[in-house]
């Protein structure tokens, strides 16, 4: 079964700071993509990344980093030096296509506010 | 492009009415997603279809839900009878699945209040 865990329900820092975002998965497929999605206080989810699962090469964009370790099952996310605009609902999701299924699973969110 | 086009935006109905959720999907994707997410069950697949015919139903919480993709540019959410509890953000996503590239993009989200 898949699932997605996202313990950090919310999580506060000060301007300019860094924070990281965890994300542990479970599936039993070897072919598997995770995703993170940012929910702003307006309300749409806004996709950010999509990862397969045969390449843990890690990711920047910009403020943006994503690591990806497989023998963790995790899929984290950092912002670094973070702006009051990061302030959002982050989602962590996993997708199994060799169980057939073509939709995401979602992790609870984080809430991350970032105070200026 | 556009973007994935959900209308209404807002809906505020009493309990018992039909209510119809529509989504247009991006152009030349091939999967369409319903979801809806609610404070307490946070977000949750309803339904799935690709090449319009829907896969996947087994979120749909009951008979009271049905949707439809009539063709690959345009589907419907309904609910009849609409019950409080059933007030939630509704949201539509595509996707091409199959490809290179095969994130989901959503809509803006349909926020329904059935009172």
């Known amino acids: 079964a898949q699932k997605v865990t996202q313990a950090q329900t919310e999580i506060s820092v000060v301007e300019k700071e860094d924070v990281t975002l965890d994300c542990v998965y479970e599936t039993r497929d070897t072919t598997y993509y995770l995703f993170w999605y940012k929910q702003p206080p307006s309300g749409e989810l806004v996709f950010l990344i999509r990862?397969?699962?045969?390449?843990?090469q890690n990711e920047i964009s910009g403020r943006y980093s994503w690591n990806f370790q497989k023998s963790t099952s995790s899929f984290n996310f950092t912002i670094t030096a973070s702006q009051v605009v990061d302030s959002a609902v982050y989602f962590c999701a996993l997708r199994s296509p060799e169980t057939g299924a073509n939709n995401l699973f979602f992790g609870t969110g984080t809430r991350l506010t970032v105070i200026p | 492009d556009a973007g994935v086009i959900q209308s209404p935006r807002h809906e505020v109905t009493e309990m018992g009415q039909e209510v119809t959720l529509r989504c247009k999907p991006i152009s030349g994707h091939n999967s369409l997603f319903w979801y809806r997410q609610t404070m307490m069950r946070g977000l949750e697949l309803l339904i799935y279809f690709n090449n319009n015919v829907p896969i996947d139903d087994s979120g749909m919480p009951e008979d009271r839900f049905s949707a439809k993709m009539p063709n690959a540019s345009f589907s419907t959410l309904k609910i009849q009878p609409s019950e409080p509890r059933d007030s939630a953000v509704y949201f539509c996503a595509s996707s091409w699945f199959g490809g290179k590239y095969d994130e989901q993009f959503f809509g803006p989200g349909t926020r329904l209040t059935v009172l």
């Open positions: 990862r397969n699962s045969f390449d843990e």
